[in-house]
């Protein structure tokens, strides 16, 4: 496997069911991120982890619960979700250094629809 | 703080023809700058970045993007679309990675 990988890529869920997304990195990389992806909506931040500490969660809501128990993996943990949060979710990762930026690299996504 | 503008949100240009996606930036410096594609139902792939070397970068699948900080701006191009360029396309930029809002860009054939 090379890259990101992300299972499952494609899941359907009950409002009241509790799922997990899996993000895994083979590329070295010291940060990962979560994104979700609405229709006509700009992408949309939610969770970051730098060696494995979240240094940033965007305002979302408990609902959604992120976990990195090493650098090369990452899980977004939902219940109760609500249809709203149909979305595609990407988990990116990323090589953080002080001195500069570096580019992200992505996975295919899960699409998640809530029923 | 920083952000990115994508001057449109739909280009449609015909097969052989170029392609320009506009992209402006807002920053008190000159940050890191980067192009990704999306094609449908897929993750993003990193296209170009530029990261203050040369102001003219150039990318996978004939794609180029140039730095001009006096328009604040960094612009993607491309001499010559293929039905294949067919994707949404964003801007990013600097070290939070403030993601443009999107081209959707058309191929004619």
């Known amino acids: 496997e090379t890259g990101v990988t992300q299972t499952p890529r494609h899941l359907v869920m009950g409002m009241t069911n509790k799922k997990s997304l899996k993000c895994e990195q083979h590329l070295g990389h010291n940060a990962m991120y979560w994104y979700k992806q609405s229709a006509k909506k700009p992408l949309e931040l939610m969770f970051v982890?730098?060696?494995?500490?979240?240094?940033e969660n965007n305002s979302v809501p408990s609902r959604f619960s992120p976990e990195c128990p090493n650098s090369s993996h990452l899980f977004l943990h939902l219940h109760t979700l609500q249809p709203e949060d149909s979305a595609l979710y990407l988990c990116?990762?990323?090589?953080?250094?002080?001195?500069?930026?570096?580019?992200?690299?992505f996975g295919p996504g899960t699409r998640l629809t809530v029923t | 703080a920083q952000s990115v503008t994508q001057l449109d949100s739909h280009v449609s240009v015909s097969e052989g023809t170029p392609v320009l996606l506009r992209c402006n930036y807002s920053s008190s410096y000159s940050p890191s700058l980067f192009w990704y594609v999306q094609h449908p139902n897929k993750g993003l792939q990193l296209l170009l970045k530029?990261?203050?070397?040369?102001?003219l970068v150039k990318g996978i699948n004939g794609f180029e993007a140039e730095f001009k900080k006096s328009e604040t701006s960094f612009h993607l191009t491309k001499p010559s679309a293929h039905m294949s360029d067919a994707a949404e396309y964003f801007c990013?930029?600097?070290?939070?990675?403030?993601f443009g809002t999107g081209t959707s860009l058309t191929v004619i054939p």
């Open positions: 530029y990261t203050s070397a040369a102001t």
């Open positions: 990116a990762s990323s090589q953080q250094v002080y001195s500069g930026t570096y580019e992200q690299y």
């Open positions: 990013v930029a600097g070290n939070q990675f403030y």
């Open positions: 982890y730098s060696l494995e500490e979240r240094v």
